[in-house]
């Protein structure tokens, strides 16, 4: 098999990482150190390996790509839940470690895909913007529990850490604004979401961190990708309702309440189609996910055109 179709399932875990080439029928085990590193990027170079598929792993993968992106090696990242109703598809219910680091390996052999191209800029923009979103949800979980009366010591330390919190998200806001206004590529991006009305910069950081995508895929690929395509669910005579399904839920979570803004007062497009649909009695929240889609297709339809918002001459769906 030539280097660069060979593949290396990893699992990777707190403490090790398992590896399988499957088509060599051969494993190794490595620390999670430097030193385990290197050591398994020697055994995979030995096996002439030219790609490496693992699952996130909660950010303990990172390492590890970054190991073997220096080493030659593409890096594939593949999402958990695939490989696992994958496994359960092929009857295999047993789980541990080397058994994973098959899975993911047959996984990948199956569902044959390009290695995700290496943008070390994006990738740090989205670990500020995933760092800002985790102390965003602490914060509001505080303010709720503010909503109800606490003894006076418990409301000061929340108040003290609310002010805190407060004042770390500031900071954060504005690294990740200076990674995007430090990019060329990154801070035209941004331009271009921002003049859509109802967008911002959280909104603008969001995309460029978690769908690169946009702009180079279809209307309807760009639409999966966060989740907002209508799936049929039709078995013979029967005609279920349509229903989202996966795609990437933080920057969905992210868009929900920016396009409930945009479609009920600052957008002029999106509140025309949510009332549209509204009157036809869709309910309210299907009305928002089906603006939440007009509104990535439109800006998947700017991002290709390299160009900032123009209605009339927007292709919408």
């Known amino acids: 098999m030539p280097q660069e179709k060979r ?21 190794q085990s490595a620390d999670n ?17 030219g790609q490496a598929v693992m699952e996130a792993s909660g950010g ?9 992106r220096k080493a030659g090696i593409a890096v594939r ?9 994958f496994a359960r598809a092929g009857g295999r219910l047993a789980k541990n470690d080397p058994i994973d680091a098959e899975t993911i390996a047959w996984f990948a052999e199956t569902f044959d895909a390009e290695a ?17 979103a985790g102390l965003a949800e602490l ?15 418990v409301a000061k330390a929340h108040g003290a850490i609310s002010k805190l919190m407060r004042a770390e998200l500031r900071k954060l806001d504005a690294a990740i604004a200076a990674k995007i206004k430090a990019n060329p590529g990154f801070a035209r991006r941004a331009e271009i979401i921002k003049s859509i009305p109802g967008l911002a910069c959280q909104v603008a950081a969001g995309v460029i961190a978690w769908a690169p995508e946009l702009g180079h895929v279809s209307a309807e690929v760009a639409a999966a990708l966060v989740g907002v395509a209508p799936y049929d669910d ?33 957008n002029p497009v999106l509140k025309e189609h949510y009332q549209r649909l509204r009157a036809r009695g869709k309910e309210a929240k299907v009305a928002l996910v089906a603006c939440m889609r007009k509104l990535i297709v439109i800006l998947n339809t700017m991002l290709a055109r390299d160009q900032t918002w123009n209605p009339p001459q927007i292709a919408t769906p």
């Not at 303990?60 to 073997?68: F, H, N, T």
């Open 116 to 132: 995700q191209p290496h943008d070390p800029a994006r990738e740090e923009i989205d670990r500020l913007v995933k760092a800002r």
């Open 60 to 68: 303990y993968e990172r390492s590890w790509a970054d190991a073997l």
């Open 234 to 266: 039709d078995s013979g005579g029967r005609r279920g309702a349509r229903h989202i399904k996966g795609g990437r839920r933080k920057l969905r979570n992210l868009l929900f309440m920016p396009v409930m803004g945009a479609a009920t007062q600052h």
């Open 33 to 49: 150190t430097p030193k385990g590193q290197a050591e398994m990027v020697a055994w995979l170079r030995r096996n002439r390996v």
């Open 139 to 153: 914060n509001t979980q505080l303010t709720q529990q503010g909503e109800h009366r606490q003894p006076a010591l």
């Open 77 to 85: 990242i593949v999402d958990p839940k695939r490989v696992r109703h």
């Open 7 to 27: 593949i290396v399932g990893i699992d990777v875990a707190k403490t090790k990482a398992d590896a399988c080439i499957r088509s060599m029928a051969l494993r």
